[in-house]
């Protein structure tokens, strides 16, 4: 009996080692990335599908996620060196040349750090500098001192239920004001409005138990908050999955920016609830109020990179432990797409705005791109891959 049960365990399926499971997906990230290029032209950027095994969606550079796809680019040039993928990421990130003459908001933080700020942080060439220079200086703009945020969305005949909105997703974008005031030219001021904003933040913007709302409304003249909402979560009051992921990398990245340690407890306690509520495999479903519906593998995701660097400043376990079981379950076949398949994206299942009947259960363009960042940023702070 002894020897039949030793022979059992010794022929099971050993798990798949964290360096083996990232040259599999990196291949494969490879694959996808040309194929999806292939389809693109030099003004237009890959957004999504119309349906899981729809048709590609595409959209202008001014679109909010332009700078995803050459992010992805680059964060597969970082872990393989291959040479086509630096080409192809050269190529896209310079499609977003012209972006700074149109009309931008807050996202421009997304769209360049991931495009030219990955740039010059893998290839230190000169050239990205002006560019993300004044895409800092844009945002800056964007801050009101009498509220203490920057704003999210000019006035239009959509956002005019909201005097001066900000929402969660602003955290991500201050990591181009506190990079590019580091920069020769840059304005060290942009620091201050990034921990002002942050702060305000942390006092505005979350529940007694750290989950957060979607949307505030400021009033410009007082600085008092008027609204509390959702746009895209279940309910002003629900948990949405992909905002609670904004919240802790935002928070983990202002911390590891700037050394304040206030912003690392704050991840810390996002965190903490995040592990209490995720699912079995910690892919969340689209809002941790609506279980058993849509998940979206696009939050997890970006709650991995948040977890990893969260776990690069406090080396609890668990941050590690929850990341990886996030970035085993993408690699996944239940969320990993085939060559060839998908549209050219690499993740499937994801959930932009359900309560808005757009982009549910399909590829999103960012998912792609947090999923190889967090990635890469296991295996520079994790030590060996094993």
């Known amino acids: 009996m002894a020897l039949c049960l030793f022979a059992a365990i010794s022929c099971a399926p050993k798990e798949e080692t964290m360096k083996q499971l990232s040259d599999r997906v990196f291949a494969l990230a490879k694959t996808q990335a040309v194929l999806l290029d292939s389809q693109l032209t030099d003004t237009t950027v890959a957004r999504t599908l119309t349906s899981p095994d729809g048709e590609l969606v595409t959209s202008p550079i001014t679109w909010w996620c332009s700078g995803f796809f050459p992010g992805t680019l680059w964060q597969i040039y970082e872990y393989s060196g291959d040479k086509e993928a630096e080409a192809l990421a050269r190529k896209n990130t310079l499609k977003l040349s012209t972006l700074l003459e149109k009309h931008t908001d807050h996202d421009i933080g997304f769209q360049l750090m991931c495009s030219y700020g990955n740039a010059y942080r893998l290839t230190k060439e000169e050239q990205w500098i002006p560019t993300l220079l004044a895409g800092a200086e844009r945002l800056a703009g964007r801050f009101n001192p009498v509220t203490g945020v920057t704003r999210s969305w000019d006035p239009s005949p959509w956002s005019a239920r909201w005097a001066y909105p900000v929402i969660i997703d602003n955290m991500m974008n201050l990591e181009l004001l ?142 590690l432990e929850t990341a990886v079981k996030q970035l085993r379950a993408l690699a996944s076949p239940e969320y990993l797409a085939e060559a060839g398949t998908n549209g050219g994206f690499l993740i499937k299942h994801c959930v932009g705005n359900k309560p808005g009947n757009s982009e549910i259960d399909v590829p999103l363009s960012y998912a792609d791109y947090y999923f190889l960042e967090a990635l890469n940023l296991y295996r520079g702070i994790a030590g060996p891959m094993k």
């Open 178 to 319: 506190t990079t590019a005031a580091r920069f020769p030219g840059g304005n060290p001021q942009w620091v201050k409005i990034a921990e002002t904003h942050a702060q305000t933040t942390m006092k505005n913007h979350f529940r007694e138990d750290y989950s957060t709302w979607h949307v505030l409304d400021y009033d410009p003249e007082t600085g008092e908050v008027r609204k509390k909402q959702t746009g895209q979560g279940l309910a002003d009051d629900s948990m949405w999955a992909r905002g609670e992921a904004w919240a802790l990398y935002g928070y983990a990245m202002m911390a590891l920016q700037t050394k304040n340690p206030i912003y690392r407890v704050q991840a810390e306690h996002i965190a903490d609830l995040l592990v209490e509520r995720l699912p079995e495999d910690s892919v969340p479903y689209w809002d941790f109020d609506a279980p058993g519906e849509y998940r979206d593998a696009s939050a997890a995701a970006i709650m991995a990179g948040g977890f990893l660097k969260l776990y690069s400043m406090d080396n609890r376990k668990v941050y």
